[in-house]
């Protein structure tokens, strides 16, 4: 069945507003209850919350207003307190039968455990029949029995005005009709902020007490979340009936939430035979915790919740999650779409991220895809869904070294909708052979990508005593130099993890595939990494170079000054042809300028300088060991060294100059689209700014790439 769309609950305000229940003064400070004459501080966290349990009670429940009495005053033996809302069965308010504690949004569990038992004594004291206790995005209900003990128990929900008869469950398909003729509620949307708060509460609440470390939470957490969206997704249901993941009332609280345990893990067990690579192990948590967790979920619709919103929400979430326990530095929101964005992928490409993370360069993939068979085909037509889902299916991977972000990156898919199929625990820098041997995904082979966008680490040494993969890679090799004849080839001891996965990018390609890469601006200008560059250049068609700001990872953590590369894989003969050519050309320049007889020149001229220092009075009696001792001999040494090595540099450096001049008119320089931004949107702490200049460039970019493309007879 087709689920209906909920609009989110702050309608209950504007709602209140416009039946002339609620005004909310112009500055937003007061929030008067018109038929009530009370007016509260609207800027207090518990306001909004107390305005909506109101509201909810008299659209949504019809009580009459004077059945309700707001802040009202309750005798706890020799105190007076205050229950935030007491719902009566008369006008005279001689017969309660609710009372409703209202908390705040962020309120921790065990604020909310003590505000239950707080309302409970309010029930108590006052003879009513029923508890609500609500922080918004938490609902607990409970009746009071009638005889001692006064133990709780779990109901589903409160009566509505004119019933005293309460459903053993509260949500059902579509917000139909119940088994036994109780009008159930739908699932609703939720904004991005209310989901953010609901996830994190979540979590906090599943960890806060000790049991769990907040990665076993987090981890747990998801598969809770995995369970949520498989129960929403069950087709073989009819509207009213009850959705499994909510708590549903039994005899005892002890019923209650083992039998929503039981229902859980039989959507886990359904769910996991559809995706076994996401979890590989079952639920651990308590009855008790698994419901604290249905908690502030059952409401949500997580299916039908806008998926940016949706989105967003558990980026959120998880990246702070994530910053505090790994050190990972996810790829800002506008980086991820400016790179997509700008690049031409299509529903018939292989795309890969081969450092996922969260998965955020994938899911944006995928949004570009289907938004463009949306446009295509239409958005509910078969065609749409078969040209995005097979995409997600067969055509995007991902891979992440971290085994726990890589589970995550898959549960941030499905939430998606889809696309997790692809997503392997892997370290990207291994042999391809080794990741699709181990991940048991054939899909993972070199040459056979159209797309790479990745933002790789930055900064870690991978080195040969730890990674014997390196000696694969041709950046890990110091090769001969040119302008040193008697250089030899040799094994760099380590090299920095950004630098290896341009390389295995390249193998991952196609030719004339594309590779949108975050790097360290180190890269585009040490000295030292001059190679680099060299190998780039005669590898791939260098199409663009963004520069970042400063501030682009300072709010997850970094500050590396980054930029964006843009690169096209070159064809074989291409490369080739460069190689060739470049080395012809240096073999040219060589003899030309006689360097070795120039270098074997110097070298005698030395040799001859030392040995003359050698036989001088002061020096010719001794033993080498005993000159080098000597302060004069030493500096007179040095300077005939120092006399040598400038002439070799200065040799080597006007032959290299010749190579460049003549480098350039042999292989034109190729055109570059060169940027910088100053202002992409947000700022070092991550707040919003009001000028985002990625969109700019991104049009022009995109011009530019296609352009490009078309003169180099591409894709």
């Known amino acids: 069945m087709k689920k209906k769309l909920i609009t989110q609950s702050d309608d209950l305000i504007a709602q209140g507003v416009a039946k002339k229940l609620i005004r909310i003064d112009d500055d937003g400070k007061r929030i008067e209850y018109l038929r009530h004459g009370i007016s509260r501080d609207w800027t207090k966290p518990e306001a909004i919350i107390e305005a909506k349990a109101y509201l909810t009670l008299v659209l949504q429940y019809e009580y009459p207003d004077d059945r309700i009495q707001l802040f009202a005053p309750v005798t706890i033996g020799s105190s007076l307190r205050e229950a935030d809302i007491e719902v009566y069965a008369d006008s005279k308010h001689e017969m309660p039968i609710i009372i409703v504690e209202c908390k705040k949004v962020e309120v921790t569990e065990a604020e909310f455990r003590q505000a239950v038992e707080q309302a409970f004594s309010y029930a108590v004291s006052e003879g009513a029949r029923y508890v609500w206790t609500t922080s918004g995005i938490k609902n607990e209900y409970y009746e009071v029995p009638d005889k001692k003990p006064k133990a709780r128990k779990t109901v589903a929900d409160i009566p509505r005005f004119g019933s005293m008869y309460i459903s053993e469950y509260r949500y059902g398909v579509n917000g139909g009709i119940g088994k036994h003729g109780q009008k ?37 957490f998801d598969k809770l979340i995995f369970c949520k969206i498989w129960d929403e997704r069950k087709e073989d249901r009819e509207d009213g009936d009850p959705y499994a993941f909510q708590v549903i009332a039994e005899d005892t609280p002890e019923q209650t939430n083992a039998a929503l345990l039981k229902r859980l893990k039989d959507l886990y067990a359904e769910g996991r035979k559809q995706a076994p690579e996401v979890f590989k192990d079952d639920i651990r948590l308590s009855p008790a915790k698994v419901r604290t967790v249905v908690s502030y979920l059952e409401d949500v619709n997580l299916t039908e919740t806008d998926l940016d919103s949706k989105g967003r929400a558990f980026e959120t979430f998880m990246t702070s999650f994530f910053r505090g326990n790994f050190g990972q530095f ?5 980086v991820v779409k400016f790179i997509v964005d700008v690049l031409p992928i299509a529903s018939n490409w292989r795309v ?36 995005w889902h097979g995409f997600a299916q067969e055509r995007l991977f991902g891979i992440e070294i971290n085994e726990q972000i890589a589970r995550t990156a898959k549960m941030n898919m499905i939430i998606h909708d889809d696309g997790h199929t692809n997503v392997v625990a892997a370290d990207g820098l291994q042999p391809i052979g080794d990741i699709a041997t181990k991940s048991g995904n054939r899909g993972f082979k070199d040459e056979s990508f159209d797309c790479i966008i990745t933002n790789p680490p930055f900064g870690s040494t991978i080195k040969q005593t730890e990674h014997a993969y390196l000696g694969l890679y041709g950046l890990a090799e110091r090769g001969v130099d040119w302008l040193n004849p008697k250089s030899k080839a040799a094994q760099r001891p380590g090299v920095s993890s950004e630098i290896l996965f341009i390389e295995q990018c390249w193998h991952f390609l196609v030719e004339g595939g594309y590779l949108a890469i975050v790097i360290p601006d180190g890269i585009l200008t040490n000295a030292s990494l001059q190679y680099v560059r060299d190998w780039m250049m005669e590898k791939f ?35 080739e042809k460069l190689r060739v050519g470049k080395e012809s050309l240096q073999r040219k320049i060589a003899e030309k300028g006689k360097l070795v007889e120039r270098l074997a020149e110097i070298e005698k001229t030395r040799k001859a300088e030392l040995a003359k220092l050698d036989k001088r009075a002061e020096f010719a009696a001794l033993k080498p060991k005993e000159r080098k001792e000597i302060p004069e001999y030493k500096a007179t040494a040095d300077q005939i060294a120092a006399v040598a090595e400038k002439a070799v540099a200065e040799l080597r450096d006007k032959l290299d100059s010749e190579y460049k001049s003549a480098a350039a008119e042999a292989f034109p320089d190729e055109d570059i689209f060169m940027a910088i931004a100053d202002d992409i949107g947000f700022d070092a702490t991550g707040k919003p700014t009001k000028v985002n200049e990625l969109d700019e460039i991104g049009a022009e970019l995109a011009k530019f790439i296609n352009a490009a493309a078309e003169e180099g007879g591409g894709r």
């Not at 902020?193 to 049991?211: N, P, V």
Request: hydrophobic fraction near 35%; aromatic fraction near 8%.
């Open 184 to 220: 159930t509620f739908a699932l609703k949307q939720v904004t991005e902020d209310e989901l953010t708060h609901r996830f994190a509460q979540a979590h906090q609440a599943l960890w806060g007490g000790g049991e769990l470390n907040p990665s076993d939470a987090f981890d747990e």
């Open 330 to 334: 996810f790829t800002p929101r506008a």
């Open 352 to 387: 890969l991220d081969t450092s996922c993370g969260s998965g955020g360069f994938l899911l944006h993939a995928l949004d570009k895809v289907r938004k463009a068979a949306e446009k295509k085909y239409g958005a509910t037509t078969i065609g749409c869904y078969k040209s």
């Open 541 to 575: 068609r260098v199409l663009a170079v963004v520069s970042l700001p400063q501030t682009t990872f300072m709010s997850t953590g970094a500050g590396v000054k980054s930029s964006v590369l843009f690169l096209r894989k070159r064809t074989k003969r291409e490369t």
